[in-house]
């Protein structure tokens, strides 16, 4: 084994991989993590920017899947599919996400929820299959900003929620 191989951390066989969003959201993780186990909450919140969403089928469960299009502010439709690898209530959630059951280019997404006084701090650490993929959504879907935006919307929607006291 080479002195690299020793010392190397294990995550970085995958770091030209990866892509890694977090932000804290003025909410208990209960609530956070709440918003992404129900359609009702996802549809008001999931994607960047003047993206909608439509769903044409949801089951959050450990084998289940979201069938579902976004719908860009420029009229374009997106077909995406999400199933759920693990399930952690309120601490983790792991998903794959491609354009449709069995896409070769499906990448993986953990999603951990660490509390953070009274606030949530929501990582996202998406890894593709390969770098290219990586650069492509990084360049041509600008992966790194609508993953932003899209916890820019959860946060909105949370704040949203306690203000009114309503859950939509």
Known sequence: MSEMGRVAPA???TADREID???VIEAPREL?????TEVRHLSRWWGPEGFTTTTRSFEFRVGGEWDF???GPD???YQEWITWIEIAPPERIAMLHGEFRGDPNAFESVLTFEPDGAATRIAMRTVFPTKDLRDEAVQKYHAI???QQTLSNLA???TEILR???EG
């Open 145 to 147: 900003e609508g993953g």
């Open 156 to 158: 909105a929607y949370i």
């Open 32 to 36: 956070v993590f709440e918003a992404f």
């Open 164 to 166: 009114t006291g309503a």
């Open 11 to 13: 995550q970085s066989a």
């Open 75 to 77: 009229g374009t439709d």
């Open 69 to 71: 299009v976004m719908h």
């Open 21 to 23: 969003i977090s932000r």
